[in-house]
């Protein structure tokens, strides 16, 4: 028996190292619905994500967003739902009322800025609209306008990039 001799206590079987492999985190149904989308559409932070103009699409967008905001670019949660809602609010917009088959999405950072644009073959211009507390409907724009630093809409040959900007703190 091992236990009885001198200096062989304990040898008899392994000893566990506690806590020593790290953790294994398990991916949730946002993110793992996230990975689909980039995968389907691509990454808007790499270049552009053309995805198809019908309502299904906003999910999809929210959830690019979402992943670019805050796993990509490390932002605050408060600042990537701002990020996540005017995005939803612009590609609502491009759905609801250009007639398009697609719009594009992509997502630029720069020293202390995010920019997030929508593209569109319509060269119908967004308007800004007066809203009330009581409206439930044409607050989008009036949303992006309080929420974002800068936003604006560039013509092009064919269609427009509407887009919006906000502050982040670099790291």
């Keep these: 028996m091992m236990e009885g001799m001198a200096g062989l206590e304990g040898t008899d079987r392994p000893q566990q190292r506690v806590g020593t492999a790290p953790a294994r ?13 980039l995968e389907q559409y691509g990454s808007p932070h790499l270049g552009e994500a053309r995805l198809p103009s019908c309502p299904e699409s906003t999910v ?22 701002y990020a996540v809602l005017l995005v939803s609010e612009l590609v609502g917009n491009a759905i609801q009322h250009t007639g398009a088959r697609w719009f594009g999405l992509r997502m630029l950072r720069r020293r202390g800025w995010v920019r997030m644009e929508v593209r569109d ?21 009036f949303l992006v306008d309080r929420l974002s630093d800068r936003w604006g809409v560039d013509l092009l040959t064919r269609g427009k990039t509407t887009w ?8």
Excluded: H
């Design 25 to 37: 985190r398990i991916p949730t149904v946002d993110e793992e619905l996230a990975l689909k989308a």
């Design 60 to 81: 999809a967008v929210r959830r690019l967003t979402r992943s670019v905001a805050l796993r990509q670019w490390g932002l605050s949660p408060q600042l990537t739902d």
């Design 121 to 141: 073959p319509s060269r119908g211009l967004p308007c800004l609209l007066p809203v009330s507390e009581t409206d439930v409907t044409g607050r989008g724009l």
């Design 164 to 171: 919006f900007e906000m502050r982040v703190v670099d790291r």
